[in-house]
């Protein structure tokens, strides 16, 4: 009997509950709440700007959208919108500026939801503002660009197509024919390096593909780069490209935990040998490595000794220090990279 009266005492306690929680709050599995008061406006965004809650990947639709907050009284909000009721929904900034902006520098834009919902949106500059690379939205503008995508060639001549775009956490991303990837920025990159050659436009853009470019707006000047991991000792080419001029550099870099305090260095491929003379090496350190390193303009030498490095079978360049020395051997991929770089800039020379 005793137990029968405690069971209904806490079915009670719970409906009295469930009655006291505000209008459509719902809870979450960590214990967090996602508010989903009724609407309070209509959805008039005349001419502000209006962005999108964008589509998430699969491993992380279960977090919800969680950069909407119902005041300013707190940094670490914890309201959280459920993705699959919000996912493609518009909303608009209500405001040209944010309302507020916290000690930490985090900003909070008063919104509007096309479902009448209020709130505040919160960003903060330093990670890329409204449209950062973790936000949640991205201008409408954009949004409609990617959903009327309709496929087209890399560049024209090329047979490689651009099939699709899709929006991953606020940027661009193209899937092309053969199954790859390139953000908006390498695409761009690529259609404006390549229309420089018009008569081998389409050999170029493809070629490029394999490449990492960037681009100096100050300058306008695009470097093209083997890819792979800048923490590692190199041996490399790459090049500069202006609308006016294409050109070579080579760099030699040591990298390691401890100084050599470099002064040449030595190439051993198979039966070649040469070493370079003394060298004003520069130099870098952090955290717990050291790296030093020439970058330069290659003579007719230095060619002919990157070739012999990406041909041999053993190739390796001795780092010779103030007291000490390092060797390293050049992998597949860096001889593969100096051929490859060696080609393209055949195709580039104005």
């Not at 070493?275 to 955290?287: A, K």
């Amino acid at each position: 009997m005793i137990r029968l009266i405690s069971l209904i005492a806490v079915a009670i306690f719970f409906l009295q509950a469930c009655a006291q929680m505000p209008a459509g709050e719902t809870g979450s599995t960590d214990g967090r709440t996602t508010q989903t008061q009724q609407p309070t406006v209509s959805y008039m965004p005349g001419d502000r700007e209006q962005f999108v809650l964008a589509e998430k990947p699969d491993q992380l639709q279960k977090y919800g959208f969680d950069g909407f907050c119902t005041d300013t009284e707190s940094f670490a909000c914890r309201n959280r919108l459920d993705y699959e009721r919000y996912v493609g929904m518009k909303g608009y900034f209500n405001t040209d500026e944010p309302s507020h902006t916290d000690f930490s520098g985090y900003q909070f834009w008063p919104v509007v939801l096309e479902n009448g919902r209020e709130f505040y949106y919160v960003s903060n500059p330093k990670y890329g503002g409204k449209y950062g690379s973790s936000a949640d939205i991205v201008p409408l503008e954009q949004y409609e660009q990617a959903a009327s995508y309709s496929a087209e060639p890399l560049v024209p001549g090329s047979k490689i197509l651009v099939e699709s775009v899709e929006i991953s956490f606020g940027r661009d991303v193209f899937t092309l024919d053969n199954g790859d990837q390139i953000g908006r920025d390498k695409l761009d990159h690529i259609r404006n390096i390549a229309s420089q050659f018009p008569a081998s436009q389409a050999t170029i853009a493809e070629a490029l593909l394999s490449f990492r470019i960037t681009h100096d707006e100050v300058e306008n000047r695009y470097f093209i780069q083997p890819k792979g991991s800048a923490l590692r000792n190199e041996a490399r080419l790459y090049i500069g490209v202006k609308p006016d001029k294409t050109w070579l550099r080579m760099k030699i870099k040591y990298y390691g935990d401890d100084w050599l305090f470099v002064r040449s260095y030595k190439v051993a491929a198979d039966s070649f040998r040469w070493e370079s003379p003394s060298l004003e090496f520069e130099r870098d350190h952090s955290g717990g490595n050291v790296w030093e390193w020439i970058d330069k303009s290659p003579t007719d030498e230095d060619l002919r000794n990157m070739r012999a490095l990406a041909a041999a079978a053993n190739p390796i360049i001795r780092f010779q220090g103030r007291q000490y020395y390092s060797d390293f051997k050049l992998t597949g991929e860096q001889q593969s990279s100096i051929t490859s770089i060696l080609r393209l800039y055949e195709l580039l020379k104005r």
